[in-house]
C-alpha cells in the first residue's frame, strides 16, 4: 500500500518504498494517547522535502556505500535542533532492518560486527560506512554526507 501523509507505523516496518515517496519521518509521540496500539516507535511522514531547522530525531531516507563499494539504502537518525546531528543508521536489507550504531555508541564494535554478519559480509567490506541524506538540510546547497567508522 503506498505510503501517505495518513501513514502511522513502527519504524521497524518501514520500507524503501515508504522513503521514496516521503524520505522524511518523524515520531508521532504526540499521537500514543489517542490510538492504544501506538507506542514510541510508531513513525509518520514528515511532509516538508526539506529538513528545517529546530527539528529533534527524524529518520531521513539516505544512499550508503559500505567501504566495498556496495550500495544500501535506509535512514539515518537527524537532529537540527542546534547543531546538526547525525544518529544510528538503518539499512533496508530484504523485509530486514540493519542497525548501524553511530560513532561512538557503547556497543559499536559489537553492533558493527552484526550488521556485517547480517549483510554477510565482513566488517572490513562494511566499514567505514558512508552516506548521502536524500533530502537537504534548510538553507544548504546539497546533500549532507557523513560515515559510520
Do not use: C, N
Amino acid at each position: 500500500m503506498r505510503p501517505s501523509l495518513k501513514t502511522r507505523k513502527p519504524i521497524d516496518q518501514l520500507t524503501p518504498e515508504d522513503l521514496a515517496v516521503f524520505p522524511v519521518w518523524e515520531f508521532t509521540l504526540d499521537e500514543e494517547e489517542d490510538d492504544d496500539e501506538q507506542d514510541e516507535t510508531w513513525v509518520r511522514p514528515h511532509a516538508a522535502k526539506i529538513v528545517g531547522a529546530g527539528l529533534y530525531s527524524l529518520s531521513v531516507a539516505a544512499d550508503f556505500t559500505a567501504s566495498s563499494g556496495q550500495a544500501f539504502t535506509g535512514f539515518v537518525d537527524v537532529t537540527t535542533a542546534g547543531q546538526f546531528e547525525s544518529g544510528h543508521g538503518v539499512l533496508l536489507q530484504g523485509s530486514g532492518h540493519i542497525f548501524i550504531p553511530a560513532t561512538g555508541h557503547p556497543r559499536a564494535a559489537k553492533e558493527r560486527k552484526a550488521a556485517a554478519a547480517a549483510l554477510g559480509m565482513k566488517e572490513s567490506q562494511v566499514f567505514p560506512l558512508s552516506f548521502t541524506l536524500r533530502v537537504l538540510l534548510q538553507g544548504e546547497a546539497a546533500p549532507r554526507h557523513g560515515e559510520f567508522a
